[in-house]
């Protein structure tokens, strides 16, 4: 089954013809259609979108009505970007054209909203969804604020950046030194203790913390500001 949703532009692919071919018109694009789809899918997921464009021929070409379905093919593997089709027909009159157009893969993405200054923390009105080319997206991307927010800027940004994670820092939760919770447990049981931090650390992070009563050094998880649990 087809993923994603595909939305085909299609521009006018042949001249002014006659009605008899202009109804093959209409077939050869369907066939185009169906043909690109089937060479795409792979590339395709739920949270992408499929825009299809097919370039206008030139005018003058006159194409004869075909008596059987119009072979299509590729000289290479139809990704994002330009392609070029072969359409041959071969019976009643033997015929060759080639379909020109460009493939874009859009997904919905965050992006700045406005022009953001190095190290400004990400806020919700900082940001929106657009749809994005996939193309521009290979430092990876975003699609939930709640991935993003409280996250220190790299770099300037102007509007409509895609944010990815090499523009952005995770926020500090815990400062070395910091006096922290540790939390520990086993078979369902679960204890706190006091601790401080000996490094700082951002979610998820591993640092060591020192338990205060038995001044024991841990590695232990960031899991939230002045909390952190102990990896087993």
């Not at 009105?125 to 521009?136: F, S």
Request: net charge positive.
């Amino acid at each position: 089954m087809f993923k994603g949703s595909l939305i085909l532009s299609s521009w006018l692919l042949f001249g002014a013809v006659s009605d008899p071919v202009q109804g093959n018109t209409h077939l050869l694009e369907a066939q185009a259609r169906s043909f690109l789809q089937q060479q795409l899918q792979t590339q395709i997921d739920s949270g992408s979108q499929l825009k299809i464009f097919l370039r206008a021929a030139d005018s003058r070409l006159q194409l004869e009505p075909c008596g059987n379905p119009v072979t299509l093919s590729s000289g290479r593997p139809i990704k994002a970007g330009s392609f070029t089709l072969k359409a041959r027909c071969d019976y009643p009159r033997r015929w060759t054209r080639y379909l020109h157009g460009e493939v874009k893969i859009l997904r919905e993405v965050l992006v700045s909203a406005r022009s953001l200054s190095r190290g400004h923390r990400i806020q919700p009105q900082d940001i929106h969804t657009v749809a994005v080319n996939q193309d521009r997206l290979g430092d990876g991307f975003y699609t939930s604020a709640q991935q993003i927010l409280g996250f220190e800027l790299n770099r300037s940004l102007t509007d409509n950046t895609p944010l990815s994670p090499k523009l952005l820092t995770a926020p500090m939760l815990i400062q070395k030194g910091d006096t922290v919770t540790i939390q520990a447990g086993s078979n369902g049981i679960t204890v706190e203790m006091a601790g401080t931090a000996l490094e700082a650390g951002s979610l998820n992070q591993l640092i060591e913390v020192k338990n205060n009563k038995s001044e024991r050094v841990v590695k232990a998880s960031v899991t939230g500001y002045g909390q952190v649990k102990v990896i087993h």
